[in-house]
């Protein structure tokens, strides 16, 4: 199974696998969806160790995707076995809404993308409720395409696909 790095960067990003050091943050994430229910602060550090855990037991995980220039936290991501599989994995990614709309998560995604095609894994899923426009296009400008739609939970989700460009798939045996 590939494995990805704990930590790449970007010009104006740093990305690092998440540990119980982002609960805080993170809860103020997930609050600005009013559906979400944020857990008590030491049950999402708690959380978050136990996924960073799991990330490195699995090779991959979600990062933390901070600003280089200061290190703020601005949101996360990295891959998951989500709707997809170990083998190919879905490419997740959500940032605090002060900084959407700056190309912060293209750029992330971007390099989780190239990290993980270097890695070996051989393609990478993203799914994206019908309605998430932004999210669409972030995926467009890195070469996923639309392959089948599906529903859970009474919403409409498209199955994005981007295989490994040729040449950066390297077969691991």
Sequence with gaps: MPTMPAELSTERLRLRLRDSRDAEWNLRLIAETPEREPLPLDRERARLDAQRRAADDAGFGLYTVELAESGEPIGYCGLIVG???????????????????????????????????????????????????????????????????????????????????????????
């Excluded at 051989?122 to 309605?131: I, M």
């Excluded at 890195?142 to 529903?151: Q, S």
């Design 83 to 173: 709707r997809a599989s170990a083998a190919q994995p879905e490419l997740a990614y959500e940032l605090l809404r002060g900084h959407v709309g700056s190309g912060y998560a293209t750029e992330a995604a971007a390099a989780v993308a190239d990290a993980a095609f270097e890695a070996g894994f051989p393609a990478l899923w993203a799914t994206v409720r019908r309605w998430n426009a932004p999210s669409f296009r972030v995926l467009e400008k890195l070469g996923f395409a639309p392959r089948r739609v599906t529903g859970e939970d009474g919403a409409v989700l498209i199955w994005m696909l981007r295989r490994a460009p040729r040449g950066r798939h390297r077969a691991r045996g």
